[in-house]
């Protein structure tokens, strides 16, 4: 079952099968960490009567799920349905964050558009 709801802490295997087809990783802003390195993580803490259901949960690398409860940094699932990271004042003005290593194709390579000319390869 991916719907869990407060029957179970842990997420099933068939949950943490989705979760690392949906995120592919650890959802931490610059984080590469793959799938099979990273934990289900609740975007409402367990102990804040989160629910273990797929769309309310993501992955999260053993360091970056602790981030959340000793850290400071809070996680919400955007519109999109995917995780935002949002850092503790001391190191931000709180806004949320996703991360795009998992994810290239969602971005423009070189030379195909949506860009401003700039990149980011060393000059040649």
Do not use: K
């Amino acid at each position: 079952p991916l719907y869990l709801g407060r029957a179970a802490r842990t997420a099933s295997a068939a949950q943490r099968l989705a979760l690392f087809a949906r995120d592919l990783g650890c959802t931490r802003p610059n984080c590469t960490a793959p799938a099979s390195r990273s934990q289900a993580h609740h975007i409402t803490n367990w102990r804040e009567d989160g629910l273990t259901n797929v769309d309310t949960m993501t992955l999260a690398c053993g360091c970056d799920n602790r981030l959340v409860d000793t850290g400071g940094w809070s996680t919400t699932m955007g519109p999109d349905g995917r995780t935002h990271w949002t850092p503790p004042p001391l190191l931000d003005v709180g806004q949320p964050r996703t991360n795009q290593y998992h994810r290239p194709t969602l971005y423009p390579a070189e030379g195909e558009g949506g860009g401003d000319g700039e990149t980011d390869s060393p000059a040649r």
